[in-house]
């Protein structure tokens, strides 16, 4: 197929973009329990290990959302599932902040989980069957970029929000407290997105799939200029998939297994969790007010965490379609286990303080900073992005669908574990522990890469197997 020069750039990046926006939400959804973790406890009357379940309850919902939505995206389309996905994220937005008990609280954090496991499969997803495959990994990586850009604006959101009410427990605007406000703020991406959800054409290979060839010929009109090269696309796409029939969720299982392809993006999709890139994004201001630093620079601290984590994607964005997802993935699992490795000793040795703090150095101090942010910048350069190219990009048409849900579903289990028991590891053996646990995660994951996962830069959708 002939790529260069041939696609409509602006028209396929605004449909990505918009595809990308599930994923801000994603970002925003995931990260605005940060700031309002203590408020909530206070609130709901919750221990350590309740406060655990309120900020990881959304996952289970992730967890559901994500293992299914690829089989609703391949029965109803791409776009539906967007629709639906915004619709939950406006309810759970508003339910999460007029809820007055921890059990409501959880039911519209569940419903959230759903929404964001959803768009966590529908925009790569989307993404990967729209753009040409020279370009595909820049284009995909605007999930994971507008992850980290939604994640950033919940740190801002959260930290003007505090500050203007003077914390998250405090009354804000109309009377309410600060930290239903952080939720509330979400309600207005979402409805954008449930908006342009109705802009953005199907999927071609979904309507492959679902025998409409007519129609899949008609977006690839909008996607490219040449009409042969839809007419060839077309056909392209219907050798890989059997257009007498749409895509099962079995075609996974072979002679009652897991195909190994599956294998590898749940294995990609665990260590991209267990590395504790979301205990960062989660529990950001309990983590540094643990480590001796006030409410207000622990949120601060959060906002930088954020910028670093936009600008190492930039840096992938960038690199991604140039060097290659294996190289990324490698150097970041190298950076990551140096960078975790050196928190786990600084905290080591820091001195207890009053109520159980950590007392760091002024030295100590900068140094765990710097290798926090180095850590972040790490993952935002390679297993933040970098898997979610490949879980769009890795399995061939017949098993996409099915195949991300299931590498995606094991992500928030992943995520849920890291999430559940980062609370527990922290009143147990401290930072030092789970840091150490964390650091030996990223030196497993450089093994993985470097004996399971192939390249996939260049090759077309239709070239996988």
């Given amino acids: 197929m002939v790529e260069s020069g041939n696609y409509r750039v602006s028209y396929v990046v605004f449909i990505s973009s918009v595809a990308a926006i599930g994923g801000f939400l994603f970002g925003f959804d995931s990260a605005v329990i940060n700031g309002t973790v203590s408020a909530i406890a ?53 339910g999460s902040g007029v809820a007055d008990s921890a059990s ?32 595909r990994g820049r284009l995909a990586s605007l999930q994971q970029m507008a992850i980290v850009i939604g994640i950033f604006t919940a740190f801002i959101s959260n930290y003007l929000i505090a500050s203007a009410s003077g914390g998250a427990s405090h009354s804000f605007l109309l009377g309410f407290d600060a930290w239903k406000w952080m939720f509330w703020a979400e309600i207005i991406p979402a409805f954008l997105y449930f908006i342009f959800s109705f802009v ?16 899949a010929f008609s977006v690839l009109k909008l996607l490219w200029k040449d009409e042969k090269i839809c007419s060839d696309e077309v056909d392209a796409i219907a050798k890989t998939v059997k257009a007498d029939r749409r895509p099962k969720f079995f075609d996974i299982i072979h002679n009652g297994r897991l195909l190994p392809i599956v294998w590898v993006g749940i294995v990609l999709s665990f260590f991209q969790q267990l590395v504790g890139i979301n205990v960062v994004f989660y529990y950001g201001s309990v983590l540094w007010e643990s480590a001796g630093f006030s409410e207000s620079d622990a949120l601060i601290i959060n906002v930088i965490s954020g910028l670093v984590n936009i ?24 950076g990551m286990a140096v960078t975790l490795g050196v928190m786990a000793v600084v905290f080591s040795l820091a001195d207890a303080g009053a109520a159980g703090q ?35 990009e890795m399995f061939n048409n017949k098993i996409r669908g099915a195949a991300i849900s299931v590498a995606a579903g094991a992500q928030w289990v992943a995520n849920f574990a890291v999430t559940m028991t980062f609370p527990i590891i922290l009143g147990s053996i401290g930072l030092f522990g789970a840091y150490g646990i964390y650091s030996l995660f990223a ?21 996988m197997s």
Avoid: H, Q
């Fill in 443 to 463: 030196v497993l994951s450089f093994v993985f890469v470097f004996r399971f996962v192939r390249e996939t830069k260049g090759k077309t959708l239709e070239e």
């Fill in 358 to 392: 950590l007392v760091l150095s002024p030295v100590s101090g900068k140094i765990a900073l710097v290798a926090a942010n180095l850590y972040v910048f790490c993952f935002g350069i390679s297993w933040g992005p970098v898997v979610w190219v490949l879980l769009g």
């Fill in 200 to 215: 953005v054409p199907e999927s071609p290979r979904y309507l492959v799939a679902a025998g409409k060839m007519d129609s």
């Fill in 42 to 94: 206070k609130v709901f009357g919750s221990g350590s290990v309740g406060s655990g379940f309120s900020v990881a309850s959304m996952l289970l919902g992730c967890a559901f959302g994500a293992l299914n939505a690829g089989n609703w995206a391949d029965r109803v389309g791409r776009r539906p599932v967007m629709k639906v996905a915004a619709l939950a994220f406006i309810v759970s937005a508003w």
């Fill in 311 to 334: 600008v190492s994607t930039v840096f992938a964005i960038l690199l991604i379609d140039r060097l290659g997802r294996r190289p990324l993935l490698i150097a970041g699992s190298i």
């Fill in 104 to 135: 409501f609280f959880i039911v519209f954090r569940l419903l959230g989980g759903l929404a964001v496991g959803a768009a966590s499969v529908i925009a790569p997803t989307y993404i990967s069957e729209v753009a040409p495959a020279r370009v």
